[in-house]
């Protein structure tokens, strides 16, 4: 980990060192292709180990009592890869789903997918469909995975569909605010982020939970996905409770 991913706590009072509960990580995985590259392999490979990550993270998310944990694994902008590329993520989805799936439920874990169904594999989204009403019932985290997703899009059909109901008499423009857009959103029922880790050493949010990160504090860390681990969402906690979180505010609000 880099110095822009470490928090000095020496020097913070004990307050801010002891709350900072976490309810909703969201992490943006990112560095398969370079962590392959710098090792002489396909990029596929890189994937395929980023599959890997993904269990760890879960499997950790669960043990560590994390109610909510958002992976985004496919933005809408990513069909502007090379076909074969595509097609490899697509399989290695599939692959993931029919692998897993048995053990994500056995472990409690309730699947919600966000973003366009529009243009995906019918195949796919048949296993999707199936991973999310299976686990419907589960309690003990609630693993989001953004699929063919983009915030700027899911913003814009939040506002028309209240666009919708104005016109249909069902609200008035009064009657739009936070609230009203937030509970049209993809994520509607899920608390914002607490935390959103991004990996690989890139610092931008590139299209992801544009408006649910308002409030949301950032770790980027050097790490490439493949590598992160248990481990490294410890130290990504660590970062977060190191933090006072004012909210725009002078004095702390609790993040219990």
């Known amino acids: ?10 020097d913070r009072p004990a307050s801010a060192q002891e709350g900072g509960a976490v309810r909703h990580v969201a992490i943006i995985m990112d560095g398969n292709g370079r962590w392959a590259k710098e090792r002489g392999l396909p990029r596929g490979i890189g ?18 009592s994390i109610p909510y944990l958002t992976i985004y694994s496919f933005s809408s902008e990513n ?23 048995a053990e994500l439920h056995h472990a409690g874990a309730r699947i919600r997918v966000i973003g366009e169904r529009e243009g995906v594999d019918p195949e796919l989204m048949a296993l999707i469909d199936e991973a999310v009403e299976l686990t419907r019932s589960n309690t003990a985290l609630t693993l989001i995975i953004a699929f063919n997703y983009g915030a700027r899009a899911e913003i ?9 109901d104005v016109a249909a ?18 994520t509607a029922g ?13 610092m931008r949010l590139s299209n ?13 860390l050097e790490t490439y996905w493949p590598d992160f681990g248990r481990e490294e969402l410890e130290n990504a906690l660590a970062i977060y ?11 702390k609000r609790s993040t219990a």
Request: aromatic content about 6%; hydrophobic content about 40%; some cysteine.
């Open 1 to 10: 980990m880099t110095a822009r991913s470490q928090a000095d706590t020496g």
């Open 47 to 64: 994937h395929r180990k980023g599959v890997e990550a993904v269990r760890r993270t879960v499997r950790a998310a669960i043990e560590l």
């Open 79 to 101: 069909w502007a890869r090379p076909a074969d590329e595509i097609d490899d993520l697509m399989g290695l989805i599939k692959r993931f789903i029919r692998r897993d799936l």
């Open 156 to 164: 814009a059909n939040a506002a028309r569909r209240m666009a919708e």
């Open 169 to 186: 008499g069902r609200m008035t423009p009064d009657e739009i605010d936070v609230e009203s857009l937030s509970r049209r959103l993809d």
């Open 190 to 202: 899920i608390p914002d982020p607490d935390l959103l880790v991004r990996t690989s050493g890139e």
């Open 208 to 220: 992801f939970l544009l408006w649910q990160c308002a409030y949301t504090e950032f770790v980027f």
């Open 241 to 251: 409770r190191s933090r006072d979180r004012r909210f725009g505010g002078l004095t």
